[in-house]
């Protein structure tokens, strides 16, 4: 399922990246029309306009293994970030962790954050940033992508069809306010 989601969340950055649109160029007042450089989605941060002094930081957990559900470092790394996201958000605690996913063809730099909205009400907010993706075109793999919000997190431990979890494993569900399933950890 974790493969799954990653895939979800490629295809949904590739749909993005391929649905933008560029802004018209402008012209100067010379008799040579310059181009000026529209905005890159490159120069967009994973972290936007948020000052990350008011999160706490859970590090960057690396596991840039192909199948991490197989790997005992990957799955002890998730499993500290699951434990501060967890904590994080049962405290109700601003807290930004930054998990790289992977699967055989595309890796992702996935920042999450635990934070309140304007309205202040909590909400957990994944920001991915393709660092490859082999069978990617270049475009698709440009800019930011941000998973809709997700209002809940729910625990669960990992049972025979859960195929991207070692089995008996706790893993996290984030749910989006309609209690739809948006990611999972």
Not at 21 to 29: F, I, L, V
Not at 97 to 122: C, K, L, R, Y
Not at 135 to 156: A, F, H, L
């Amino acid at each position: 399922m974790f493969r799954q989601t990653f895939l979800v969340f490629v295809l949904l950055a590739s749909v993005g990246a391929c649905s933008r649109t560029n802004q018209p160029t402008q012209q100067d007042d010379s008799s040579t029309a310059a181009l000026l450089p529209t905005p890159s989605p490159t120069q967009e941060t994973p972290a936007a306009a948020r000052n990350l002094s008011d999160y706490a930081f859970g590090g960057h957990i690396v596991c840039n293994e192909a199948y991490s559900r197989n790997s005992p470092r990957c799955q002890s790394y998730y499993r500290k970030a699951r434990d501060f996201i967890w904590n994080h958000w049962r405290e109700k605690k601003r807290a930004y962790i930054v998990v790289m996913v992977t699967s055989p063809d595309a890796g992702s730099d996935v920042h999450i954050f635990i934070e309140p909205d304007s309205a202040n009400v909590w909400r957990v907010v994944w920001r991915s940033k393709n660092l490859y993706c082999v069978s990617c075109r270049e475009s698709d793999t440009v800019g930011i992508y941000q998973s809709p919000e997700m209002r809940s997190i729910e625990r669960k431990r990992a049972g025979e069809t859960d195929v991207d979890v070692p089995f008996g494993t706790n893993y996290l569900v984030f749910l989006d306010a309609q209690g739809n399933e948006v990611a999972r950890l």
